[in-house]
C-alpha cells in the first residue's frame, strides 16, 4: 500500500521499479494513468488545443509590422511590449528620487529591478517556513508573494498609462 | 502451436513480419526494455490538474517557437536596409509565411504568460522547496533566458518602435556601476544601434540564446525525473 498512497511523490527511477502487477491495480484504482495511451493522448490534445490557439489568434489578430526604423525621427511615446513595462516603469518611478542626487534616478532604477530577480531567484533559500506546503499554512509567504505580484502589476499598469 | 507475440504494455502484435523487423532493431540495439520502462509500462501521476500543465505547455510552445523561427530564418534577411522589407515580403508573398510570424509573435507571448502562470503555480504549492530548491533557481533563469530571447527578437523586423525600444533597452544596464557603459557598448556592438547591434541580436536570438535555453531546460527536466512529480500538498 505504500506504493498507492505515495507513488506521486517518487523519484522516475524508483516509479520504474514498481512491478507491473502493481502498477496495474494503480491504474484500477484511479491512483495513476498509463503513460500510454492515456497519457500521451491527454498531451497532444493539449499540444493540438496550444497550436490551435495560436493559429487563431495569429489569423483574427495578425503579427503588426509597423513602419521602418529612422534613426533620425525619435518618436513621441516609446513603449515596450508588455512584459517589459514593470521594469520600464521602475525606470520611471526611480525619476522620484532625483533629489537625492543627479545619479540617484539612473542607478536606482537598475538597482531595484536587480534586487526584485535577485529575490525571486532566491526565494528556495529565503523560505524559512520549513517543509510545510499547504498555502493555507504559509500565511507569510503568501502573503509576500500577493505582494510581489500586486507590485509588478501595479507597475505593469502606471507603465502602460504613462 | 502457440504463436508468437510481442506485447507493448496495452497492444499485442502476431503479425511475423512486423516481430521479424522489430527484431532486426531489437537485437541491435535493446530497445524494447528501454520502450517498456519509457513508454509502454510507465505510468504518470492521476490527476495533477490543469494547473500542473503549464511547465509543459511553456516547453511546447518553445519548441513550436524553434520551428516557427527556422522558418521564418529562411527568409529573413538581417541588414539594416532589407531586413523590414524582408519581413513585409514574409507577411505577403511567402506561402504561409504570415501564419509562420503570427504564430512565432502570439508564441512569445503566450510563452511568457505560461511561464508565469506555471511560476505562480510552483510558488503558491511550495514546489520550489527541498529537494527542488534548485530547480526553481534554473526556472527562474529560465524566464530571464525567454525576456532575453523577446527582447532580441524584438529588434529583428528593424522597425521604429523596435528600434527605438531597443535604444532605451540597452541604455538601462549604462546605469550599472563601473561596467555599465562597458555592457551598453557591447549590446550595441559600438556607440550606436546600427547594422552591428542587428547582427549580434540575430545571433544571440537565433542561435546562443536557444542553445542556452535548451541546454537550461535540460537541466529543469533532469532534475524533474530525478526528483519525481511533487504532487499534491
Given at each position: 500500500m505504500a506504493h498507492a498512497t505515495k507513488?506521486?511523490?517518487?523519484k522516475e527511477c524508483e516509479v520504474k521499479a514498481i512491478p507491473y502487477e502493481e502498477k496495474k491495480r494503480l491504474v484500477r484504482e484511479g491512483k495513476a494513468h498509463w503513460f500510454f495511451p492515456h497519457h500521451i493522448v491527454e498531451q497532444m490534445v493539449i499540444c493540438m488545443t496550444i497550436i490551435m490557439i495560436m493559429v487563431t489568434l495569429s489569423t483574427l489578430f495578425p503579427a503588426h509590422l509597423g513602419p521602418m526604423a529612422d534613426p533620425f525621427d525619435t518618436p513621441a511615446h516609446i513603449k515596450p511590449e508588455w512584459y517589459f513595462l514593470p521594469a520600464f516603469y521602475t525606470l520611471k518611478f526611480a525619476q522620484y528620487f532625483e533629489f537625492l542626487g543627479a545619479w540617484a534616478p539612473k542607478l536606482l532604477g537598475i538597482v531595484i529591478q536587480g534586487i526584485a530577480v535577485t529575490l525571486l531567484i532566491f526565494v528556495p533559500i529565503l523560505d524559512?517556513?520549513?517543509?510545510?506546503?499547504r498555502p493555507s499554512r504559509r500565511p507569510i509567504a503568501m502573503i509576500l508573494g500577493g505582494v510581489g505580484v500586486f507590485l509588478t502589476l501595479l507597475f505593469g499598469f502606471l507603465g502602460h498609462i504613462a | 502451436m502457440e504463436k508468437e507475440t510481442l506485447v507493448f504494455g496495452p497492444v499485442k502484435i502476431t503479425n511475423k513480419y512486423l516481430i521479424q523487423g522489430f527484431n532486426l532493431i531489437n537485437d541491435r540495439f535493446g530497445i524494447k526494455e528501454l520502450l517498456d520502462d519509457e513508454v509502454f509500462e510507465k505510468i504518470a501521476p492521476g490527476h495533477?490538474?490543469?494547473?500542473?500543465c503549464f511547465g509543459g505547455i511553456s516547453f511546447f510552445i518553445f519548441m513550436m517557437q524553434v520551428v516557427t523561427g527556422l522558418l521564418l530564418m529562411i527568409y529573413y534577411?538581417?541588414?539594416?536596409?532589407?531586413a523590414h522589407a524582408s519581413i513585409t515580403k514574409i507577411m505577403n508573398?511567402?506561402?504561409f509565411g504570415w501564419l509562420m510570424r503570427g504564430m512565432h509573435a502570439w508564441g512569445a507571448n503566450l510563452m511568457i504568460v505560461t511561464i508565469l502562470i506555471h511560476m505562480s503555480k510552483i510558488y503558491v504549492s511550495g514546489i520550489y522547496k527541498a529537494p527542488r530548491e534548485l530547480n526553481w533557481i534554473v526556472g527562474v533563469h529560465l524566464f530571464l533566458l525567454t525576456t532575453g530571447l523577446a527582447f532580441s527578437g524584438?529588434?529583428?523586423?528593424?522597425?521604429q518602435l523596435a528600434y527605438w525600444a531597443t535604444v532605451v533597452g540597452t541604455e538601462t544596464?549604462?546605469?550599472?556601476?563601473?561596467?555599465g557603459e562597458y555592457i551598453r557598448y557591447a549590446m550595441r556592438g559600438g556607440e550606436e544601434i546600427g547594422q552591428v547591434t542587428l547582427t549580434r541580436f540575430f545571433a544571440i536570438h537565433v542561435c546562443i540564446l536557444p542553445l542556452v535555453t535548451a541546454g537550461a531546460i535540460g537541466a529543469h527536466l533532469v532534475q524533474i525525473r530525478r526528483q519525481g512529480i511533487a504532487g499534491p500538498c
Open positions: 507513488f506521486t511523490k517518487k524559512m517556513g520549513g517543509a510545510e506546503r | 495533477l490538474g490543469l494547473w500542473s534577411q538581417p541588414n539594416i536596409d532589407v508573398e511567402v506561402p524584438y529588434l529583428l523586423p528593424w522597425t544596464p549604462a546605469a550599472v556601476p563601473y561596467i
